[in-house]
């Protein structure tokens, strides 16, 4: 298992401090600062994805769907679904996620990256409100991730 979540472990942080900051701009409570000139390159192919997923609906994504309170299921759960750990993971995690501690600790990740998105108010220039669902989705989702990922890699 830790091996399977080592790739999430290592970019949820990252991931979860950009989604704070962009939506703390969305929000309003970042100065939205003016939109850097676009200088990317030009897109190129996609490079394959290096972990298979699962195909279709595995049977306890309801289940995640409701404790995360999402409309999706986040990756993480379907590569555990392809490598056949998810049963064990998600019968794990699952409860402590659905609990009131889970739920604290969920709060307190969080909390501390909007809090540490606030120290980059350089970064906020996100303005496209078209993306709010999206947005709130990973907010949802990556706190409860990150919580994951963690547990997974002390066990």
Do not use: K
Not at 26 to 38: I, K, M
Not at 80 to 106: E, F, H, K, N
Not at 132 to 142: K, N, V, W
């Amino acid at each position: 298992m830790r091996r399977a979540v080592a790739p999430f472990r290592s970019e949820l942080p990252l991931l979860l401090l950009a989604v704070a900051s962009l939506g703390l701009s969305l929000d309003g409570a970042l100065e939205l600062r003016p939109l850097p000139e676009p200088s990317l390159p030009e897109p190129g192919p996609l490079p394959e994805t290096p972990v298979a997923e699962y195909p279709g609906e595995h049977p306890l994504y309801e289940a995640i769907r409701a404790v995360y309170g999402t409309q999706h299921v986040p990756v993480m759960f379907r590569v555990l679904a392809a490598q056949g750990l998810l049963v064990d993971a998600w019968s794990g995690i699952g409860p402590y996620l659905a609990s009131p501690t889970g739920w604290g600790q969920v709060a307190r990740f969080r909390a501390a990256a909007e809090e540490e998105a606030r120290r980059f108010p350089d970064a906020a220039f996100f303005r496209a409100e078209a993306a709010r669902a999206t947005l709130d989705q990973f907010r949802i989702a990556l706190p409860q991730n990150l919580v994951f990922v963690t547990a997974a890699s002390a066990a």
